[in-house]
């Protein structure tokens, strides 16, 4: 290689601002035989020519449209090489991964959307999943209390991929599971039954579609079922005392699994 001066051509860092590739990929390529400076200093710098120019805007060019370095020597150094055939490639490679990439997005805004209102849905699809009655409102105050909870995030994960066929599911199940349970309590059914430790579990079972509930954390939503107003007048809604029932099932079924109901916390 022939010494030059600096006038000749242009240095590593100043080729890497101009093309705004890093001095550390310009060596590689370099190391590889990619391109290679053609002038060097007396002192030992490599030095680019207009020409190695020319060819390093090319690399740059097609590594933006994703093609390898492999891919790129063969273009570059091939004079039969069908570049118009490997840019079309590379072209249905990139719709490709630009409808991925829409479609990631679109999950995000779904994922934020679920994080921030809870449920999906509209008002009117709320109404005819979970009926007339329902408060449209519940989901932004229970944000507000249990938003910072490992559980509302499993929640709103939950969430973000349902609609409202997968909504009227889990809102039949939970229909179901009350049906079922103001008909135990009339049939006589003993908390810490075989009968009552069925429902119990089947209570679990259905709220898991809103998140995984621990025994312990059952104790404490049995709890709030008896002692929380809205929730009381739901369950003694379907049958007279049937809240209370409903935690003392959970609360017996819980002693049976080594669980002191008086003592239980949400973990």
Request: proline residues 4%.
């Amino acid at each position: 290689m022939p010494d030059a001066t600096e006038a000749d051509g242009l240095t590593v860092g100043a080729v890497s601002t101009r093309l705004g590739v890093t001095v550390r990929a310009l060596h590689h390529w370099d190391e590889i035989g990619l391109a290679r400076p053609s002038l060097r200093t007396a002192a030992g710098y490599r030095l680019y020519t207009a020409g190695d120019l020319q060819r390093l805007h090319r690399i740059v060019v097609y590594r933006e449209l994703g093609l390898g370095l492999d891919r790129i020597r063969a273009i570059l150094d091939d004079s039969t090489a069908d570049v118009p055939g490997a840019l079309r490639a590379q072209r249905t490679q990139v719709a490709e991964r630009i409808d991925r990439l829409q479609r990631l997005s679109a999950g995000l805004d779904r994922m934020i959307d679920a994080h921030e209102r809870g449920l999906l849905l509209t008002a009117e699809q709320q109404a005819a999943v979970f009926g007339p009655q329902w408060n449209p409102d519940l989901h932004a105050k229970a944000r507000q209390r249990y938003g910072d909870t490992t559980q509302w995030l499993q929640y709103a994960e939950r969430s973000a991929s349902r609609g409202p066929e997968e909504w009227q599911a889990i809102a039949d199940a939970v229909a179901g599971l009350d049906r079922a349970l103001g008909d135990a309590m009339d049939a006589g059914v003993a908390p810490g039954s075989p009968e009552a430790n069925q429902l119990v579990e089947r209570h679990r079972e259905v709220f898991a579609s809103y998140f995984p509930l621990t025994r312990q954390m059952q104790v404490c939503l049995g709890r709030m079922f008896e002692s929380d107003p809205g929730f009381a007048a739901h369950y003694d809604g379907i049958r007279a005392g049937l809240a209370t029932w409903f935690r003392r099932i959970i609360d017996a079924s819980a002693r049976a699994h080594s669980i002191d109901p008086d003592t239980a916390t949400w973990q």
